[in-house]
């Protein structure tokens, strides 16, 4: 059984920085693809990045330059470096597993139904 356990969130002021992590157990991160989302009250959940068993990543348009997804082997933990961080990124953030698959497919690494496993969240607040 995968589980997900996601710690970092808490509150920043605008253009601070936090570190989520994503301790996971039952599978090895580094044999699949691995993803953050977040997702604000009333808006859809969204992909922030991701990275696979290469550790090649992928970021949204929207954090480029200010998101690093990392991930720790030997912790078999998943990373997302925040910087410069703004009001309007205020959200749950959750990491997620896509199990089985090693690469994260072009065009839906950023969709939510593409991945099969999911921690429970942890909250990011950016006031201005």
């Known amino acids: 059984q995968v589980q997900l356990v996601e710690s970092g969130g808490g509150s920043v002021q605008a253009g601070g920085s936090l570190r989520l992590s994503c301790v996971v157990s039952?599978?090895?991160?580094?044999?699949?693809?691995m993803g953050w989302f977040r997702q604000a009250p009333g808006k859809e959940r969204e992909g922030v990045a991701a990275i696979d068993s290469n550790a090649n990543t992928r970021d949204a348009a929207s954090v480029k330059g200010r998101f690093t997804i990392s991930q720790g082997n030997a912790e078999n933990t998943l990373y997302l470096e925040m910087n410069s961080l703004k009001p309007e990124e205020t959200a749950t953030y959750y990491c997620?597993?896509?199990?089985?698959?090693?690469?994260?497919?072009?065009?839906?690494?950023?969709?939510?139904?593409?991945?099969?496993?999911w921690g429970q969240g942890t909250q990011v607040t950016v006031s201005s």
């Open positions: 039952g599978y090895i991160i580094s044999k699949t693809c």
């Open positions: 997620a597993a896509n199990v089985g698959l090693t690469y994260c497919r072009t065009f839906y690494w950023s969709r939510a139904d593409d991945y099969n496993s």
